[in-house]
């Protein structure tokens, strides 16, 4: 089979057929073939817990990659429906006035153009719920306005309850914090009652993902060899979107060469080939 740098569908399958896998390796992102336990993400998973118990904000903060919006979906997914009611708004170019009007559609109510409308339908829908929590989080929130983050922050208060109306958990980059901190958002900033940083994967991380990921998809036997983990993980510096994307690209171009072990060259064109590669490039003659 003559070597390509784009494949297609056809010729991936035959890739993992060779290689006997029993599917294509690293195609869903964190997934749960995927997926680890590391301390970070515990940590991060008890605050939520906390989180949505106490009615809290919480501030889930990440580098690009760093699988914030996995985690958090997770999180939504396995939340008990009997007590919770999860509700994630992705879409970050919502107004002050739109994001109403979504929160009012997804909490099941039909939505009006004027703003005192939608507040009492949201009002309704939360009494409804009795007994249950609603959690909401905000992806991406460093790209809401001002006047979006504002209207979140006064319906935690609606009616002045004696507690916060809903949970709130805002997910954004690094320097999501530094924003709040600014005298526009002081409001909202003063309602945090945590504050998390997802922290790069480790070496030893790194590899575990590798072992499962590729177990998942039935190959026990070692794939890649140490110079090339020892690149991916200086190429990927610890973010699982890059290790994932740089991991299977790797693993075509081995495939394509007709290999049978992933080798540090193979990488090096898997970096060359991914425009995104966050940890330095090193070339295969400078690995000892």
């Known amino acids: 089979m003559k070597p390509t740098s784009n494949p297609s569908l056809d010729s991936l399958h035959l890739y993992a057929r ?3 896998m029993s599917a294509l390796p690293f195609t869903t992102e964190l997934g749960e073939e995927g997926w680890l336990e590391t301390a970070t993400i515990q940590r991060a998973s008890q605050l939520f817990e906390q989180t949505t118990q106490l009615r809290g904000v919480m501030l889930l903060a990440g580098t690009n990659g760093s699988g914030k919006s996995t985690l958090v979906g997770r999180w939504l997914r ?34 009006g153009l004027r703003r005192e409308r939608n507040l009492v339908a949201i009002e309704q829908a939360l009494a409804e719920l009795e007994r249950r929590t609603l959690v909401v989080v905000l992806d991406e929130a460093q790209n809401y306005s001002h006047g979006a983050l504002e209207e979140i922050r006064l319906l935690l208060g609606l009616n002045l309850p004696q507690r916060p109306a809903f949970a709130l958990v805002l997910v954004g980059d690094d320097y999501l914090l530094g924003t ?25 991380e790194i590899t575990d993902y590798l072992e499962k990921s590729l177990a998942a998809v039935g190959i ?9 983990v020892e690149l991916l993980a200086a190429a990927c510096a610890g ?10 690209t790797a693993w075509i171009e081995a495939s394509a060469h007709k290999a049978q072990l992933v080798l540090a060259d193979h990488v090096q064109k898997a ?16 690995l000892p």
């Open 271 to 286: 970096i060359d080939q991914v425009p995104h590669t966050p940890g330095k490039q090193i070339n295969p003659q400078e």
């Open 78 to 111: 396995q939340l008990e429906e009997r007590l919770f009611y999860p509700l994630a708004l992705t879409h970050a170019s919502l107004t002050g006035s739109s994001i109403l009007a979504s929160l009012t559609l997804k909490l099941g109510k039909p939505a």
């Open 220 to 228: 026990t036997r070692p794939v890649y060899e140490p110079a090339a």
């Open 180 to 204: 709040l901190r600014l005298r526009h958002h002081r409001a909202l900033f003063s309602r945090i009652s945590c504050h998390y940083q997802l922290q790069p994967w480790s070496r030893a």
């Open 18 to 20: 060779q290689w006997g």
């Open 239 to 248: 973010l699982p979107r890059s290790l994932q994307i740089l991991a299977r």
